[in-house]
């Protein structure tokens, strides 16, 4: 199985910026797809980013622009800088990954922004 470590959420002013962190318990060049997911209060839980094993990377378009995921193989982490927070960011942020036919899941990271 896939272990997933979060870290690096907390409470920001808006405009400000965190970066969120995923280390996974395998290479990540052995998993599919990575991404990170988040989840409002009464919505249901969204796509943010995703990058697969073979580089290409999706964005939703309200974060496309400010946010960025990323990687580094031999850490075996993947991670997501956030810039220019807006309130509406404001979500507990899950960071998961794809490996053949099952889904991980990271206990998630509340991240609030504050106006």
């Known amino acids: 199985q896939v272990q997933l470590v979060e870290s690096g959420g907390g409470l920001v002013q808006a405009g400000g910026s965190l970066r969120l962190s995923c280390a996974a318990s395998k290479s990540i060049f052995s998993i599919n797809a990575m991404g990170w997911y988040r989840q409002a209060p009464g919505k249901q839980r969204e796509l943010v980013a995703t990058?697969?094993?073979?580089?290409?990377?999706n964005y939703a378009d309200s974060v496309k622009g400010r946010f960025t995921i990323s990687k580094d193989n031999a850490k075996n982490t993947v991670y997501l800088q956030m810039n220019s927070l807006k309130p509406e960011d404001t979500a507990v942020y899950y960071c998961s990954a794809l490996r053949g036919w099952d889904r991980y899941w990271g206990q998630g990271t509340q991240v609030t922004v504050s106006a």
């Open positions: 990058s697969t094993s073979g580089g290409s990377t």
